[in-house]
């Protein structure tokens, strides 16, 4: 027996609300708080770039659960409501407005914040796509826009590009990598994914990063980038990656290097767990502390802390096999596995010509992850290759 | 227990199949295809998890 009556769960996207889910699942009939700065009921997220900003569903289409379900976990549901602290020692969260909530355990979900170019603060016509309100304010702003720039080419950044070239304007791509998405699929990948962008009329400018904005009064109007050039632009969109939503844990006593930093069972301090974005653990397969951003992991690290959070001595680490995934134009990319940056790309069925093939990335002969270009259900079946390798 | 799903949330990561593969496999595009819409009992923790795990929120179980 755990002896828990009282759990806090900080952040109620996926990652809160799947811990408060797989706690009920184990049988948990205490007290679960779980805290939201948002207002909305849970959401996802992966529809904000995609169906969200373009409109093909409405925003409620990317709810979690449906109403019922959500109630029937009987949770003490705190929408809108923000944390500011955690006293481990006193079992307690701070909310917003001087309340606190008493707890036994907590679990830290709050995610990431989306970093900002400072030379563009303030500007009005400049965006970022993290929550629902975000994406709202972008898609209404597209609307009206012929032109914008989407600064920041890694996943969240080109699907912003493809979405909002797929709904009219005109598109340019920036970011200081060679090619899109480079870091985190390399740059064989990458060269595919700008030839992608190209194709729809995208134009792809790598290898430059900004220099300084085009303000009129308090308005963008597009980016002087640092090759010299002036891009003229209605609006701008920054993906210029995120930090850890750690910041209201100072004072806490907790290690916050990049994340909340656990150990293999995702336990920062006795009582205090941290799960998805902002959860930087042990992971003993890879062999050091690692962070992932994403979905699929979000889900599956609830689960696993929920597990912990009851199983007391009989805690299991955490060693998860990641998936990633990308859906761009007509094009689905996935990945199994954990990419190195110096890891060597195979193809290894089809071909770029094919319009669908797999790919392998490997280290030193060691296939340390698969990708997938348009071929779900083969990838499935490589993913053998790296959970052999990764036990071998 | 009775599964549904919507094929058009569908996002083809197969995180269903890996789950409950009793239950769940792939269509040839990567669409997901419920093997067993009414599958036993004892699948049930499987389904769960497949419910849990599907990162496009497109399985859940009807109302009983």
Redesign the interface.
């Known amino acids: 027996m755990s002896g828990l009556r009282r759990i806090a769960i900080v952040g109620a996207s996926v990652g809160g609300l799947t811990t408060a889910e797989s706690l009920r699942r184990r049988g948990f009939d205490g007290v679960i708080s779980l805290i939201g700065e948002e207002v909305h009921p849970p959401y996802d997220r992966p529809p904000l770039s995609k169906q969200v900003l373009s409109g093909k569903w409405t925003p409620d289409r990317a709810s979690l659960r449906r109403a019922a379900d959500i109630a029937a976990l009987e949770l003490d549901l705190r929408t809108g409501t923000r944390a500011t602290g955690l006293r481990p020692g006193l079992r307690q969260v701070e909310l917003d407005g001087g309340q606190a909530v008493e707890c036994d355990a907590a679990v830290i979900a709050t995610g990431l914040r989306p970093r900002q170019l400072p030379m563009l603060r303030g500007l009005v016509g400049v965006h970022v796509v993290r929550t629902i309100d975000d994406t709202l304010a972008l898609r209404a702003a597209v609307l009206e826009a012929e032109r914008l720039i989407v600064v920041g080419a890694g996943f969240l950044g080109t699907e912003i590009a493809a979405t909002i070239r797929e709904m009219g304007p005109r598109v340019t791509l920036v970011d200081l990598v060679p090619e899109p998405v480079t870091l985190q699929l390399g740059h064989e990948m990458g060269r595919l994914v700008a030839q992608l962008h190209r194709d729809h009329g995208v134009d792809v400018r790598m290898g430059v990063g900004v220099a300084e904005p085009i303000v009129d009064i308090n308005r963008i109007r597009g980016l002087v980038l640092t090759d010299g050039s002036r891009v003229p632009a209605d609006l701008v969109v920054t993906a210029v990656g995120s930090v850890p939503a750690t910041q209201w844990l100072r004072g806490a006593g907790l290690d916050l290097t990049d994340g909340l930093v656990c150990d293999a069972m995702c336990r920062a301090s006795p009582g205090v767990y941290a799960v998805g974005d902002v959860a930087r653990w042990l992971h003993a397969n890879v062999g050091g502390h690692i962070r992932i951003e994403q979905r699929t992991n979000a889900a599956e690290q609830a689960q696993a802390v929920a597990r912990n959070l009851l199983a007391g001595s009989g805690a299991r680490p955490y060693a998860p096999l990641n998936f990633a995934w990308t859906d761009q134009y007509d094009v689905k990319i996935q990945m199994y596995g954990h990419r190195r940056a110096d890891a060597t790309f195979a193809l290894i069925e089809g071909s770029p010509r094919d319009g669908r093939f797999v790919g392998a990335y490997l280290d030193g002969g060691q296939v340390t992850a698969v990708v997938g270009w348009n071929s779900p259900k083969s990838l499935l079946r490589h993913r053998e290759l790296v959970r052999a390798a990764a036990a071998a | 227990m009775r599964i549904e799903i919507d094929e058009d ?1 569908c ?5 269903c ?2 789950a409950a593969p009793n239950v769940f496999d ?5 669409v997901v295809a419920v093997l067993d819409a009414e599958p036993p009992e004892s699948e049930r923790t499987a389904v ?2 497949a419910i ?2 599907c ?3 497109a399985i ?1 179980l009807a ?1 009983e």
């Open positions: 949330k996002t083809m990561a197969g995180q199949v890996l792939q269509r040839d595009d990567g769960e998890d849990i795990r990162p496009a929120v859940w109302a």
